[in-house]
């Protein structure tokens, strides 16, 4: 079939397995990151512009407006430059540069928030007060508020069916990353209606506050909710069985340990919720087909969670989070350990 709109290219994602050393569980990755943007959030930006259009509050001539770390702003971006609508994103320092960088590229303005922020703390707050202020004053203007946006849930309900459909109905756990928990949300509504027995996971930074924990700041980017944030309206909480917290240490070592074992490269986010999906695999929590989402994909992280020297100034680097990562993910390389034996000269 032959497209012809970027928005057509959302969804239909890859699944992955990795190997588990426990014998009762596999572990599957459902690969978002191939959607057109690098991330899940593609398909709630979509579904949210879809909605605003339909129920009359965005239309020709209209403003996009949207608080975003980035994904959800590059979603935005790819929908707001194939219908023609104009896109501010509201963004802070703790963005990572290349996505803001995309957002560029396809016509974003983009308006930082003003105020003196440690390099790990996020101005969230600010960031949801501008862009309310600005999605108020400029006529034609929405402000997306994705963390109140029921149409940031119901984005994922192609995620849930398109899983069923690859794994035959047969998924026993989901494990997510947690930020607004839009996709989390989504995601263990779709699959507890086709099965009320599948164990549902969120995985939140050490040091965001979803599930009751303290907050302080983290590295870990796009995902939790920092301290003095509204936890998202659209996170259903009974949906939920599990809420759990991952350091950024194990989050970025589990990252670098599949990009260098499996050669595929998941951003930080993502390399928490595998780190704690298999935790729980290991210790007996979890058992049968576990899938976990690849949120985004390391090319956007490639400055920090994948620069050794960025990790050892922040203390970042712990070769034991590696080692415990090889023992639960028992990887075969068919190479690693041979002698290359030349066979001849090479004319
Ligand atoms: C990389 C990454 N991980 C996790 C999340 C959290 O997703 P959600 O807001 O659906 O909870 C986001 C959201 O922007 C993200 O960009």
Redesign the pocket.
């Known amino acids: 079939m032959i497209e012809t709109k970027v928005s057509n290219l959302i969804g239909n994602t890859p699944l992955m397995e990795v190997p588990v050393s426990a014998p009762n569980a596999r572990l599957l990755l459902k690969i978002e990151k191939n959607n057109p943007g690098g991330?899940?959030?593609d398909r709630?930006a979509r579904s949210m512009v879809m909605a605003a259009i339909r129920d009359g509050r965005l239309s020709a001539g209209g403003t996009i407006v949207e608080s975003?770390?980035?994904?959800?702003g590059i979603g935005l971006a790819i929908v707001a430059a194939e219908l023609g609508f104009r896109f501010i994103a509201v963004v802070d320092h703790h963005a990572a540069p290349d996505k803001l960088a995309v957002m560029k590229a396809m016509g974003t303005e983009l308006r930082f928030v003003e105020g003196d922020y440690a390099e790990d703390e996020v101005a969230v707050v600010e960031r949801q007060r501008l862009a309310a202020e600005l999605g108020s004053s400029i006529p034609g203007a929405i402000f997306m508020n994705?963390?109140d946006n029921p149409a940031?849930p119901e984005g994922y309900r192609g995620f849930v069916d398109e899983l069923l459909e690859q794994t035959n109905g047969k998924v026993d756990a989901f494990c997510?990353?947690?930020?607004?928990?839009?996709?989390?949300t989504?995601i263990a509504t779709g699959l507890k209606h086709y099965n009320p027995n599948i164990t549902t996971v969120g995985v939140e930074p050490k040091g965001s506050i979803v599930f009751g924990q303290p907050g302080h700041p983290y590295y870990?980017?796009?995902?939790g909710t920092p301290k003095g944030d509204e936890i998202?309206k659209v996170?259903d909480f009974s949906v939920i069985d599990i809420g759990t917290q991952v350091g950024d240490a194990e989050a970025f070592e589990a990252a670098r340990f599949l990009a260098q074992n499996t050669g595929l490269l998941v951003?930080?986010?993502?390399g928490g919720a595998i780190y704690k999906a298999l935790e729980l695999i290991h210790a007996g929590t979890l058992s049968g087909t576990v899938v976990c989402t690849i949120?985004?994909g390391g090319e956007k992280y490639l400055h920090t969670v994948f620069n050794e020297a960025w990790l050892a100034e922040r203390n970042l680097l712990d070769p034991a989070i590696g080692q415990q990562m090889a023992r639960w993910m028992p990887i075969h390389r068919p190479y690693a350990n041979t002698q290359f034996v030349p066979v001849g000269d090479v004319a």
Do not use: P, V
């Open positions: 991330s899940m959030k709630m975003s770390s980035g994904n959800t994705q963390s940031n997510g990353c947690t930020g607004t928990g839009g996709s989390l989504g870990q980017s796009g995902t998202g996170l951003g930080g986010s993502t949120a985004d």
